[in-house]
């Protein structure tokens, strides 16, 4: 099993910055994955930003150019520095992991934060 402790979200006025963090826990071999979705009330989930292994990062369109994904390989921990949020970046965020548990067992298996809300409003 694999725990996912997020924090960071809040309440935060147009324009302003918040910054999200993930660590991750438990029976780790390797991370393939490691990243941030978030689901705004009535809408469906989606991918905000994420790390592939193999060097690749993904944002989504919307966010690009305000938002940056890091890591912290030897903490398991990513961060998500949000900059110029909107009232449309409200949302739940939720950390995801993608995992392999050990050398010899090839299948990944994938885990998700409690969420963490962050409201962007006057």
């Known amino acids: 099993q694999v725990q996912l402790v997020e924090s960071g979200g809040g309440l935060v006025q147009p324009g302003g910055s918040l910054r999200l963090s993930c660590a991750a826990s438990?029976?780790?071999?390797?991370?393939?994955?490691m990243g941030w979705y978030r689901q705004a009330p009535g809408k469906e989930r989606e991918l905000v930003a994420n790390?592939?292994?193999?060097?690749?990062?993904n944002y989504a369109d919307s966010v690009k150019d305000r938002f940056t994904i890091s890591r912290d390989d030897a903490k398991n921990t990513v961060y998500l520095q949000m900059n110029d949020l909107k009232p449309e970046d409200t949302a739940v965020y939720y950390c995801n992991v993608q995992v392999r548990h050990s050398a010899w067992y090839t299948r990944q298996f994938e885990y998700w934060g409690q969420g963490t809300l962050v409201t962007v409003s006057e």
């Open positions: 438990g029976s780790i071999f390797s991370i393939n994955a």
């Open positions: 790390f592939i292994s193999g060097g690749t990062t």
